[in-house]
């Protein structure tokens, strides 16, 4: 199975910060992710955290000398830049950055960066001031200037004592700005709507009626459109996620909430992709105090329909392609094809859900993708990240007939 990043080469070049010692997480984890992480370091890196260390979770040697002339043969400025698909300045110190902006090539870090031609992500991590310090601010724009891509410091505790702007990005935030910059950006500027995970339908205060969805398709779909370029919005049930990086989120308890929140947004949107869990039906009476037990009486649910979200928004007027699922368990492709006729449908996405690995809370997916071109794709048995791009691969493909 694909991930994001398989094969995917990651040069990462770490600066002479405190936040040094937070980027041997990073090196596990994108070796977690598939990636072949070669580390470099400036001199002053090595004052934070070991290159042994480094080494061992990278497991290549680490490129900390420019004029060695053994390093030189095999891990030596202009390989590290070649081979590279991808490069990681992290943590950017205030002196990297200054001599990144200038063309300096002092070091292996600094002549890697001259020579590579692969995208670079900058994450700066410093003091406050001296993030703020316009020497440091115009460096970072003349950085933009050359395409690089910055991500944004977060804000917290510094190891300086000061509290404000100036901390490197957790890991996970990292590993998202890698994966976008691998990315073409073929949503770019567009306007992305995607709904997510189950509604909770309340009988009284403290109960709902709900199901097993997770939202990790739709927050998938969401990462992906973000890392095309999208401007990405993203109505979510109840789940555990971490919120998707970049992107715009609305949260939402029942049916009702998700449709009024989808609905006013659905207008300026260019692409949505209804992947929730709607649930179809509510208590006709929510109980304003805890329903007591009675006992052996038993309980009688009355329920009424939920409005169906996606067919009312396939109705809204405008130019866009509209997206949904079908979580079938018999004769899928027909009563998918048969869902996309009556909600109106450009795509829709149909998967058995009682296959193994398929459906409900898995972090892999099998689906027929559907057209309302007639074009229609078995995906086999893929990751959520890879469906959610082969879905925005054939929304791009739509727009383009629209
Ligand atoms: N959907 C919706 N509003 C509902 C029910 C479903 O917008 N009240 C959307 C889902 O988000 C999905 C698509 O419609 O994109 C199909 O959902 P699914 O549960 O497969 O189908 P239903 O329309 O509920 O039909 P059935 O339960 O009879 O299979």
């Known amino acids: 199975m694909k991930h994001i990043f398989s094969g995917k080469r990651v040069l990462l070049c770490v600066g002479g910060g405190i936040a040094a010692y937070k ?25 934070f955290i070991t290159p042994l260390t480094l080494q061992t979770l990278s497991h290549h040697r680490v490129a900390v000398d420019l004029f060695s002339s053994t390093d030189e043969a095999t891990i030596g400025h202009i390989s590290i830049a070649e081979s590279a698909d991808v490069v990681l300045v992290a943590p950017a110190t205030a002196d990297l950055i200054a001599r990144m902006a200038h063309g300096l090539a002092n070091d292996i870090v600094t002549t890697a960066l001259l020579a590579t031609r692969a995208p670079v992500v900058v994450a700066p991590a410093m003091n406050s001031h001296m993030l703020a310090h316009p020497a440091t601010v115009r460096n970072l724009e003349i950085l933009t200037g050359f395409g690089h891509r910055l991500v944004a410091s977060d804000s917290g505790e510094l190891a300086c004592g000061y509290e404000g702007p100036g901390r490197l990005p957790d ?68 789940t555990a996620l971490a919120r998707p990086r970049g992107v715009t989120c609305v949260d939402v308890n029942s049916a009702a909430e998700m449709k009024e929140a989808l609905e006013s947004r659905t207008g300026a949107s260019e692409i949505v992709v209804m992947v929730a869990a709607v649930a179809d039906y509510r208590p006709t009476a929510r109980a304003s105090s805890k329903i007591k037990k009675s006992a052996g009486a038993g309980l009688t649910l009355v329920l009424e329909e939920n409005d ?51 459906g409900f809370d898995t972090e892999t997916n099998a689906a027929v993708l559907l057209g309302a071109d007639g074009n229609q794709e078995e995906t086999g048995l893929i990751t959520k990240d890879e469906l959610a791009d082969r879905i925005l691969d054939r929304a791009i493909a739509l727009r383009g007939r629209s």
């Open 308 to 358: 169906d979200i996606l067919a009312a928004l396939a109705k809204i007027a405008g130019p866009r392609v509209v997206v949904g699922f079908a979580a079938e368990t018999d004769d899928v492709v027909r009563h998918a094809r048969d869902k996309m006729v009556r909600k109106g449908l450009d795509l829709i996405v149909a998967n058995d859900v009682t296959k193994p690995g398929a």
């Open 171 to 238: 890991p996970d935030a990292l590993l998202a700005e890698v994966a976008a910059a691998l990315c073409a950006k073929d949503l770019g500027g567009v306007r992305v709507l995607v709904s997510a995970g189950p509604t909770r339908e309340a009988l009284d205060p403290v109960r709902y009626l709900s199901n097993r969805s997770s939202g990790r398709m739709g927050y998938a779909v969401a990462a992906a459109a973000w890392r095309r370029g999208a401007e990405v919005t993203l109505v979510s049930g109840p």
């Open 23 to 47: 980027t041997a997480e990073v090196v596990r984890r994108l070796g977690a992710c598939g990636a072949d992480v070669q580390v470099a370091m400036t001199p002053a890196a090595c004052e």
